[in-house]
């Protein structure tokens, strides 16, 4: 098959070339804009039968008017009445003893509010970019507004919960109509900035009054751009860092740029391929995956190309003409190509069993790249090499293969100076006969090296971070707003938790028109029995406040609330509204509760808290009958069977420890999924079960030691505070060095079994290591080089990403395939292992099929450098 593929390229090299160009046009012109088919965050990505989703779910149905169609007393809606929705929140303090003076609220009153309103009534809903001219301002209809109401300390209703507790700080809460990664927030959270700024421009701010922004949206509009500037400068290092490298190993740049073009044409290709198929819900994408199908295929692409152009120049070193050469290099390493990036898209494409959407999409995504790379590869890149035939070494025009005469780097450069010196080949043969002389210290020494980075890594594998904050850069508006927040109020204020109690027998409508007294004093004895299991358990939950039915703003700010009075008759109707399910298919069953811990939402201590928080409130529930208040306002709770009541919880940390029960479950999946399938697919081409399990050893030995550097570095940068690993790292992380190690194990493997057949079991490794040596730290670097470029990134899981990947791979290059396994090899076959040397395969064996020509040629390519 290799053998017609390369004729055909040979022979019509111009119509494949431009097949590939025509091919990119027309799917850049049918694709849809990214936007609109991609999704953001994290929660939408929940399997639908978890916890929070059908909580969500149960929201909707008990209130499904939400907040547009509620029904509204004088004083309006409460920004607790949607925990589905998002709000930008303005934080107004002052430090000084005094706390916030008289001037400060007659500021927020005459300046700030009005500022806001304007904000509100001249913003539509729609997608902005920042690096568009700014829309300009126009009158908005009210429904195409995005911001539904504006509340600040002067509301009658929940004004209470918006001062801190100190006084010294107030919230003014701008609550939206969309979620809080939708795109059209950014628009209005930039007036809402630039406002901010006109105000203290005018001068009109008090003296040394504080104003910060945060809220969900804030936090989403900061997540959405930090992406945007992360996958921008990714991009741009990522070319950057594989022309610097392709120029420096094969110093022509022509020959340089053919591996360039033909990834530059397989990335966007194999994007706006998924887009299609997004569009067609025939794959997923999502905000981010971009970056990561970028610097996987550049790596694997242009390693495929370093194979390809290698055995191109071994053919024209053997006498052949260029169309000769480019049929011969593609039947040879064709198969090896196709088997070693098999292992890399099967590995990889495990991570479509996953639960979780993200990694379900990247797992297909990525492979998909990788199957597009593998096709240019054997297609596009001859071709080039056929279009630009001895010009493709330029300056050496006249002759067929590169000499340093004839190149182009000058002669004093420093690859030059290394190429004269040929440093790489004396540094590997040096290793190799460090090997053949002491083999056993090197194999020990290897280990008890990255031993310590390996314990670190098993043991810190489930201590991440899953907050949204701590991925930001510290600097952002969104993040110190937050930390201006937690200074006043309790960290939990961020997200507060909405419990919903569902039960057929809670009795909350009674009757379908009219004043219904006995399902709001149904709901109130709940409510009230709830609130006061929840306090006397405050402690130990780490609860701040309860805010219910029973008490609307809070347990000690709701006392004004029960008052006799038509005011207090008022208050108790509109919390009954806002807390009891009264229409829709869920009438009557649903009764709400909303929560504020004093930890971090996000955090993994608050998963826990709300676990016990839910197990709390189903043993309350189970004894509720047998309670009686003591109350001599007024009567006992009516008795109700609660014991079967369902408790759903949702809010970010609801959602949060959904993803982690999620990833928790993923990970065992498909670690096991993707080790099983890598194993097997070297077996297949080796034909050494034992070795091959030593191999895939191996390669997660690296994944902990890889694991365990990156969290001894990060935590030694952010100190006692250090949240944990980002939580997507474990899974990228082992994935992809298991999957793209499986290269380098079928080209050091394959080849140590050809050299045995000539030079015996032990030399055969030597030989072999020094010959791989340089093809596979010449992939490891290019490979590196592209994950290197995540740092760049402005996501500190990003960041950790990419310095994980990092490590993994130059681990994988430098230390593990060309020292660690050659060593192990060379014990093995000098029988150290005594009794157990023949059951972990210490017979070599007889011959690889397929893996050698008829002539004795390498099936696997020679270094490029």
């Avoid at 639908?48 to 004083?75: D, I, M």
């Avoid at 460090?434 to 056993?440: I, K, M, Q, V």
């Avoid at 509720?624 to 919880?649: F, H, I, M, Q």
């Avoid at 994935?735 to 050091?748: E, F, P, Q, W």
Wanted: aromatic letters at 10%; hydrophobic letters at 45%; one cysteine or more.
């Amino acid at each position: 098959m290799y053998r017609l593929l390369g004729q055909f390229v040979s022979r019509w090299y111009w119509p494949v070339a431009l097949a590939w160009f025509a091919f990119l046009a027309l799917a850049i012109w049918i694709a849809p804009p990214f936007e609109a088919v991609t999704k953001t965050g994290e929660f939408a990505f929940l399997p639908p039968n978890e916890q929070s989703p059908r909580a969500e779910r149960l929201f909707r149905e008990a209130f499904p008017g939400g907040p547009e169609k509620a029904e509204l007393s004088e004083e309006g809606v409460t920004v607790q009445q949607n925990p589905l929705g998002s709000s930008v929140v303005l934080v107004l303090r002052r430090e000084q003893k005094e706390g916030l003076t008289e001037a400060d609220r007659e500021f927020i009153r005459k300046h700030l509010v009005p500022a806001m309103e304007d904000v509100k009534e001249n913003t539509p809903a729609i997608i902005f970019r920042l690096s568009q001219p700014l829309p300009k301002l126009r009158k908005t209809p009210p429904e195409e507004q995005i911001v539904r109401s504006i509340t600040t300390f002067d509301d009658p209703k929940i004004g209470l919960l918006l001062d801190s507790p100190d006084k010294k700080s107030t919230l003014v809460v701008i609550d939206l109509k969309t979620e809080f990664l939708d795109r059209t927030n950014i628009l209005l959270i930039h007036r809402v900035r630039e406002a901010i700024d006109k105000l203290y421009e005018s001068k009109v701010v008090p003296l040394q009054l504080e104003i910060a922004t945060s809220g969900s949206a804030s936090v989403g509009r900061d997540m959405i751009m930090a992406e945007a500037d992360s996958a921008k400068k990714t991009d741009f290092i990522t070319k950057f860092l594989c022309i610097a490298l392709l120029l420096v190993i094969y110093r022509a740049p022509i020959l340089a740029f053919i591996p360039l073009l033909t990834v530059g044409i397989t990335v966007p290709l194999a994007v706006h391929l998924l887009l299609i198929m997004a569009k067609y819900n025939l794959a997923g994408m999502f905000t981010g995956l971009e970056t990561y199908i970028v610097v996987v295929v550049y790596g694997a692409g242009i390693d495929y190309c370093l194979f390809l152009i290698a055995r191109y120049r071994e053919e024209l070193d053997n006498g052949h003409s260029f169309s000769e050469a480019i049929s011969i290099a593609v039947e040879k390493v064709g198969a090896a190509l196709a088997t070693s990036a098999a292992t890399s898209i099967f590995g990889i494409g495990m991570m479509m069993f996953a639960e979780f959407g993200k990694f379900r999409e990247a797992g297909f995504a990525i492979s998909f790249g990788l199957l597009i790379a593998l096709c240019s590869c054997l297609t596009l890149s001859p071709a080039m090499l056929r279009i630009f035939g001895r010009w493709t070494f330029w300056p050496d025009v006249r002759k067929e293969r590169i000499t340093a005469e004839g190149s182009w780097v000058a002669e004093s450069s420093v690859g030059r100076f290394v190429q004269e010196k040929q440093w790489l080949d004396r540094m590997w043969r040096r290793v190799s006969d460090s090997l053949d002389r002491h083999p056993g210290k090197i194999f020990l020494g290897s280990i008890l090296v990255m031993l310590p980075f390996a314990i670190v890594g098993i043991a810190k594998q489930r201590h991440l971070s899953y907050g949204l904050l701590t991925d930001l850069p510290q600097t952002y508006a969104s993040v110190e707003g937050a930390r201006a927040i937690q200074l006043h109020f309790p960290a939990g204020m961020a997200g507060t938790t909405t419990v919903l109690i569902r039960d057929d027998n809670l009795g909350l409508k009674t009757k379908d028109s009219g004043l219904d007294a006995a399902g709001m004093r149904a709901g109130r004895e709940i409510s009230r029995y709830l609130e006061d299991y929840l306090i006397s358990h405050k402690e130990a939950l780490s609860i701040a406040d309860v805010r219910s039915q029973f008490s609307p703003l809070g347990v000690e700010n709701s006392k004004t609330l029960r008052a006799p009075g038509p005011a207090g008759r008022t208050a108790q109707l509109q919390s009954y509204r806002n807390y009891a399910s009264l229409n829709g298919p869920e009438a009557g069953k649903v009764l709400r509760m909303d929560i504020v811990y004093e930890q971090d939402p996000f955090s993994r201590e608050s998963f826990d808290l709300l676990t016990r928080t839910e197990d709390a409130i189903r043993t309350a529930l189970r004894d509720y009958p047998k309670v009686e208040t003591e109350s001599e306002e007024e009567e006992g709770p009516t008795p109700r069977d609660l014991s079967k009541a369902e408790v759903y919880t949702l809010g970010a940390t609801s959602s949060m420890r959904d993803v982690k029960i999620v990833t928790d479950r993923d990970q065992i999946r498909i670690y096991t999924l993707v080790t099983l399938v890598c194993y097997i697919l070297i077996v297949i081409l080796l034909r050494q079960p034992a070795i091959c399990a030593f191999l895939i050893i191996s390669v997660i030995f690296s994944y902990a030691v890889a694991l365990g550097a990156t969290y001894i570095l990060f935590s030694v940068l952010h100190g006692e505070g250090f949240p944990g690993i980002d939580w997507k790292i474990p899974i990228f992380l082992f994935t992809l060095l298991l999957a793209l190690g499986g290269d380098y194990n079928i080209l050091l493997m394959a080849r140590v079994v050809e050299e045995q057949q000539k030079h015996g079991p032990i030399q055969g490794v030597l030989i072999a290591m020094q010959k791989t040596g340089g093809i596979i730290s010449s992939c490891g670097v290019i490979m590196a080089g592209t994950f290197v470029s995540l740092m760049t990134g402005s996501l500190e899981g990003m960041i950790q990403m990419g310095f994980a990947l990092t490590v993994g791979v130059l681990l994988d290059t430098f230390m593990i395939r060309p020292v660690l396994v050659p060593s192990y090899l060379i014990l093995l076959y000098k029988g150290f292992f005594g009794p157990l040397t023949n059951f972990l395969g210490g017979r070599p064996p007889k011959m690889l099929a397929g893996d050698r020509d008829a002539d004795g040629g390498d099936p696997l390519s020679p270094s490029p450098a």
